[in-house]
T-cell receptor, first 111, second 114 residues
């Protein structure tokens, strides 16, 4: 199994600022993903983080708002840009080989 | 596209009751099916999985059988405990080879009362 360290675990940010979330996996993984879990709702895939190339975004999510980096097979970052209260959510990193593992999540509150 | 329809909650049961959480799916090809659990204040954990029709996944007393004819993957447990209180998510992916994203159901919050 893979262990995923995600940080920060929570943050409170001002409108208009940005937050960068880091995801570190303790072993090399094929795929890394970023999900959003809005309060009381299920997980929605934001994008697939591709190693060495641009991320693949799902419908409704764009690179300008959610820039993603993945410089190697064990690390990725998600930035949530130009924050608004609607961005308040839990953001989850996931890593997958044969099985998917999840980080503990980052709880973001925008004030 | 792929989708997962999950029994809506919340569900409240007494300890030792029988649990069923329904899950049906729509997908092309032959998806793999999963149940994830999220305990209060924690991240998602894989509970069980099945990768082909008629497979039964099981773990911690929970079971689910991959039924292709009914496109279902219902979660069951014969006798629930207070410690089973959590949110349960049904999910699918296009293959089990690590190259497909997960599509999740809406989640079912389960509360077990002593």
């Amino acid at each position: 199994s893979a262990v995923i360290s995600q940080k920060p675990s929570r943050d409170i940010c001002q409108r208009g600022t940005s937050l960068t979330i880091q995801c570190q996996v303790d072993s090399q993984v094929t795929m890394m993903f970023w999900y959003r879990q809005q309060p009381g709702q299920s997980l929605t895939l934001i994008a697939t983080a591709n190693q060495g190339s641009e991320a693949t975004y799902e419908s409704g999510f764009v690179i300008d708002k959610f820039p993603i980096s993945r410089p190697n097979l064990t690390f990725s970052t998600l930035t949530v840009s130009n924050l608004s209260p609607e961005d308040s959510s839990i953001y989850l990193c996931s890593a997958r080989n044969a099985e998917a593992f999840f980080g503990q999540g980052t709880r973001l509150t925008v004030v | 596209g792929d989708s997962v329809t999950q029994m809506e909650g919340p569900v409240t049961l007494s300890e030792e009751a029988f649990l069923t959480i329904n899950c049906t799916y729509t997908a092309t090809g032959y998806p793999s099916l999963f149940w994830y659990v999220q305990y209060p204040g924690e991240g998602l954990q894989l509970l069980l999985k099945a990768t082909k029709a008629d497979d039964k996944g099981s773990n911690k007393g929970f079971e689910a059988t991959y039924r292709k004819e009914t496109t279902s993957f219902h979660l069951e447990k014969g006798s629930v405990q207070v410690s089973d209180s959590a949110v349960y998510f049904c999910a699918l992916s296009g293959s089990n080879f690590g190259n497909e994203k997960l599509t999740f159901g809406t989640g079912t919050r389960l509360t077990i009362i002593p």
